[in-house]
């Protein structure tokens, strides 16, 4: 039989740093044949990646996929209207370069971050072949649109709302990553349950295998490292976390030091607080590293925290990190509301409401007063829950299934 071939459609991919990068290797791995349509690298900083740049490469393979990148505007400075642009370029670019591609495609998989409209050329293209597509819903669209860009006006906020109802609608199966956000889904498109399938995102295997790296150990040793992870955004509200460490050293934590290891919009103004704020000595910008080394920094870790906004539609989903910190066998906080705050508290972390430093830090300092034993037992429940739900095999299979041939 021939091979089954997938076309993925997602704005960011390799070289930037995005789970879609595994997802493609791991259809790869199963036999499957996949090209990629995509965006020039630029996130997050929305400064060009090395080898790259206005005129291209347009075409270029990741393993044994062929990779077609469309031309986008990119996000330099990360301001309201770069990032429009660039929200708005990559997919009207991608929609006009669908007759690049070679065909003979049995599905489409939609890996869809922020912008809804990234879905827009995957639907233009599955309509015109009739073929199946399907979106995996990671940012729910208006919603997490206005925990990074605040729109007011509420001609507008109706607008974005019509738009992401109309693009979810036209696809022919949604994934969410949780069962709260599954019932939204089907709430604003009227599809039915086997259409919209819940698969949490996994994590790459390699987050499970600790690295000891002396000289991390050797710069921030002997304190109690409290570790983050990920994008600086508004919606991950790290604000509460720095202020959530003050509080929680002013309970008698005195060794609590937060490692913030990433990039993004906010990264300036978290430093301004930071500086402020006299807390340079306890909180470090390390900045941004590769997937790969993020297990030298877990391990380093006494505990590792997650947090967002307090939008009650960000509780929809749980954050991808969440599996990863979960793999990697260390405590695990959470400061956010829903279906993140349920997951972390079922593995045995600790979990507060979004935006509250006040009961972050109570269990900050609960935390950091524990005798090791007892964190290490949360650790271990911790994997224990990563084994039994995010597990990449066992997720990959079901992001197979579901795309080609519509089983949940």
Sequence with gaps: MPKKRILVVTQHFWPENFRINDIVEGFLADGLEVDVLCGLPNYPKGEWFDGYGPNGPFEELYKTAQVFRAKEVPRKGNTSVSIFLNYVSWPLNAAGNLDRLPGGYDAVFCFNTSPVLMCWPAIRYARRHRIPLTNYVLDIWPENLYSVLPVKNKALRGIAQGVSDWLYKRCDRLIAMSEPLQRRLMQRTGKAADKVAVIPQYCEDFYAEPVRDETLHERFGGRFNLVFTGTFTPAQSLETVIEAVRLARDKGAGDL??????????????????????ADGYVTFYGSVPAADIPRFTELADALIVSLSDSPDLGLTVPAKVASYMAAGKPVLASMDGAGFDAVRAAGGLSSPACDAGALADNLARLCAMDPDERAGMGLRAKEYYLAHYRRAQLLRKLEDFTLYGRA
């Design 257 to 278: 030091h937060l490692l913030l290891v990433g990039d993004g919009m906010s990264r300036t103004a978290l430093q301004t607080r930071v500086h402020e704020a006299g």
